[in-house]
């Protein structure tokens, strides 16, 4: 999200913080490459296809699932289709406004969107009703509704969640009950450079302190399937390196704790 949305850091917290870093711990008594504790629960949502709420320590968001068939692509005219969106419900933040996606929510739904596609989580070949006129369309709709900050890895975990849970029911078309065809576990891990340190799943003070932010969505065979680099500074290529292996230890660790 952008800067100006954060609010402004006291000049003691800032240096409490920066302090922190340099010993390798953070304000919270986190180590740099951390996630702070995480809470997921499915089928949160009865009415939606598939729902998950999610908790990433104080970042709270909910995403629902709705499954509709329509007209695919026409550059994709034998694939399913699939949408997502984020709103920033102005009771998560003071600055949040009611109405059109603003640049934050819509640059948080791309990086979330790409890594889910681009891992190829769902089989959108097999979603196809008739080839080239009718498909499943598959609305991935997020609400934050408490942020405190990282909400690309909150909502890639409450999206990934829902897909999972998600059951398209039978009426729909004239089928039967199915499972969206998940193919892939894809868990993104966001990281800002703070001075000369990489810190993972920043907290809102830390992201206001931050001067760049990288995301790395990796799958369970350990390939990166996505990544996205935000605010205007910069990382060198050992950050790089350091940030893509971070994501993938941390990715395998989400995995085993909460996905199985």
């Not at 729902?51 to 007209?71: D, F, N, Q």
């Not at 999206?159 to 849970?165: E, H, N």
Request: some cysteine; overall charge negative.
């Amino acid at each position: 999200m952008p800067k100006d949305e954060a609010g402004v850091l006291s000049e003691i917290k800032r240096n409490y913080i920066l302090r922190k870093l340099k010993e390798g711990q953070r304000g919270d008594g986190r180590t740099l490459t951390a996630f702070r504790e995480i809470s997921i629960t499915t089928n949160y949502i009865p009415r939606s296809a598939g729902s998950a709420y999610v908790k990433l320590g104080r970042t709270k968001v909910v995403a629902g699932i709705k499954v509709e068939s329509g007209e695919p692509f026409p550059d994709t005219p034998n694939q399913g289709v699939l949408t997502t969106n984020v709103e920033l419900l102005p009771m998560a933040f003071p600055t949040f406004e009611a109405g059109p996606p603003n640049e934050g929510s819509i640059e948080i739904a791309r990086v979330v969107d790409r890594g889910i596609r681009e891992s190829k989580m769902i089989d959108l070949e097999s979603l196809v009703i008739e080839p080239g006129k009718k498909v499943w369309i598959i609305f991935a709709d997020i609400d934050v509704i408490d942020f405190d900050g990282n909400l690309i890895d909150a909502c890639t975990l409450a999206v990934v969640s829902a897909l999972r849970s998600a059951i398209v029911p039978g009426s729909k078309e004239g089928s039967k009950d199915f499972q969206l065809p998940v193919r892939s576990l894809p868990i993104s891990v966001t990281m800002v450079k703070i001075g000369d340190e990489i810190v993972a799943d920043p907290d809102l003070e830390e992201e206001q302190l931050s001067t760049a932010r990288v995301t790395v969505t990796t799958t369970e065979d350990g390939h990166i399937r996505a990544m996205q680099k935000g605010d205007t500074g910069f990382f060198t290529l050992d950050e790089i390196r350091k940030a893509i292996k971070i994501s993938s230890n941390t990715g395998k660790q989400i995995r085993e704790k909460y996905f199985q």
